[in-house]
């Protein structure tokens, strides 16, 4: 004990256990508490946990809501919004603070949900998402049909069933939760997957997407008004088809599809024709064809028979273009005998215009014409005859150099039938046959006969200085090619 100070009974604490005995007592005295206020400055964590602060006009409340309570939320918290949240207040050591630690919340009635999707739906409407120029035109008849839907819901099987009763068609089914925690983002990716498919890729891309669920409560149908499913729904450039909850039920969504059905069944029906019906439609505009054809052909053939009528008959035309020429056939040789006449006079006075001394001169002119002619013609012709002569002649040489005589003169014989026509082959000749033999010096008649064969004639020795080649006598008669060699 210090000497000056007074003596205290009070006990002491340390911070650790002043803090633990608050905090046992706030939990002790609000083991359960329900809060209703606004919502300010949401934030959500990495880890999963949602921090925020509840307030009114008058005080403020920080409040916690751990990861598992957090993914159990039927909405997303936002600023601004009113809410009610159960749970308990505690305490938070170090810092000194109280907090609630919420593990219910829930939006303070439909009135704080519609103000909140009024507010969003100005904001986007701003932007001009819900633009209706925007908006494209849903196919007619497409061959493949994609659906953003839950697999397990009765909302696939509807839609299927109407479509195989209506037309049936391809349909790829994008499954996605579409209530809670995370399922506007499953929402939304699943519409730009669709429209990130190629149109010739190995997932063949749809002609036209329905986004589509079942009926509920607006809190059920909220993950369609969030921003990032609107946003993609306008964002998306394959034609969309808003299926979401029942007729009177409006989501944010459907103001920014290209098409609003109020119920996925009826987005079915928009989304193909019927197809007896189509079938009746084709007969029906084939059968109004037909006679349409019909009425045009009868409406021609009977305008035609009308301007049969109102034309003249081809007599009546070629009777007057014949009268016409009857007339002329009687005015032409009048025509030429007044022709004659008229040129007749005019040569008689050209003629007795020309005197004689103008004819002397122009017979003069025409004799020394011809004579510069003839002058220059005859060199010309001399020079050309010339040429051809020496043409001739060359030609003559070498007509004599290839003659078939010349190969006589040099030993060779021409084999002839009784006709006068060249034999060449050997096998044309048969024993008996008599031929005609033609030399260099004249010509001799041969029988055939294959039994006698002459006897070769014995070749003298060639000379290395004078080596001429000699004559071989024929084996058979007619044989050039083996027998006699080659002509040239």
Not at 53 to 78: I, M, N, Y
Not at 462 to 479: F, R
């Amino acid at each position: 004990m210090n000497e000056g100070w007074p003596v205290s009974n009070v006990q002491e604490f340390s911070v650790s256990e002043l803090s633990s005995a608050l905090k046992r007592s706030v939990e002790d005295q609000f083991g359960y508490v329900r809060v209703r206020a606004e919502l300010s400055g949401v934030k959500q964590a990495a880890s999963g946990h949602l921090y925020f602060a509840l307030k009114d006009d008058k005080s403020v409340l920080d409040g916690v809501c751990w990861r598992g309570q957090a993914q159990k939320l039927g909405f997303r918290p936002e600023d601004g919004l009113e809410v009610v949240c159960s749970g308990k207040l505690t305490t938070y050591a170090a810092r000194s603070k109280y907090q609630m630690v919420v593990d219910h919340m829930e939006p303070a009635g439909a009135g704080a949900l519609m103000a909140l999707l009024e507010e969003r739906r100005k904001k986007l409407a701003a932007e001009g998402l819900f633009d209706t120029d925007r908006k494209k035109p849903i196919p007619y008849l497409p061959a493949i049909i994609g659906v953003v839907t839950s697999p397990t819901g009765a909302v696939i099987r509807d839609i299927l069933h109407r479509l195989a009763d209506r037309f049936p068609r391809q349909v790829i089914v994008w499954p996605v939760v579409v209530q809670g925690e995370g399922a506007a983002s499953q929402i939304a990716g699943a519409i730009r997957g669709f429209d990130a498919l190629e149109a010739d890729g190995s997932i063949p891309r749809p002609d036209v997407l329905i986004v589509a669920r079942g009926g509920g409560s607006i809190e059920d149908l909220w993950s369609f008004n969030e921003e990032e499913v609107v946003r993609a729904a306008a964002e998306c450039s394959i034609p969309l088809i808003s299926a979401v909850g029942h007729e009177t039920d409006t989501t944010l969504i459907d103001h920014a599809a290209d098409l609003r059905a109020p119920t996925p069944t009826g987005a079915a029906e928009m989304a193909v024709p019927v197809r007896e019906e189509l079938m009746a439609t084709v007969s029906d505009l084939g059968r109004r064809l037909a006679m349409q054809r019909m009425q045009i052909v009868q409406m021609r053939a009977e305008k035609l028979r009308a301007l049969e009528r109102a034309l003249p008959k081809p007599t009546d035309l070629l009777g007057l273009l014949q009268q016409r020429f009857d007339d002329l056939c009687d005015r032409l040789p009048r025509a030429l005998s007044f022709v004659a006449r008229s040129k007749e006079s005019q040569l008689n006075r050209i003629a007795g215009a020309l005197t004689v001394n103008r004819l002397s001169q122009m017979l003069i002119y025409q004799k020394r014409e011809w004579q510069a002619l003839t002058n220059r013609l005859r060199p010309a012709l001399s020079r050309q005859m010339g040429t051809r002569s020496d043409s001739l002649k060359a030609t003559s040489r070498v007509l004599d150099s290839l003659s078939y005589e010349r190969v006589l003169d040099r030993g060779f014989a021409l084999v002839e039938d009784l006709s006068g026509s060249p034999v060449s082959r050997a096998s044309s000749l048969k024993n008996g046959d008599q031929v005609a033999l033609r030399f260099a010096d004249g010509t001799r008649n041969a029988n055939i006969d294959d039994d006698q064969v002459a006897s070769p004639v014995k070749k003298p020795a060639k000379s290395k200085q004078t080596a001429q080649p000699a004559k071989k006598s024929p084996k058979k008669s007619g044989s050039r090619r083996t027998n006699q060699g080659e002509l040239f």
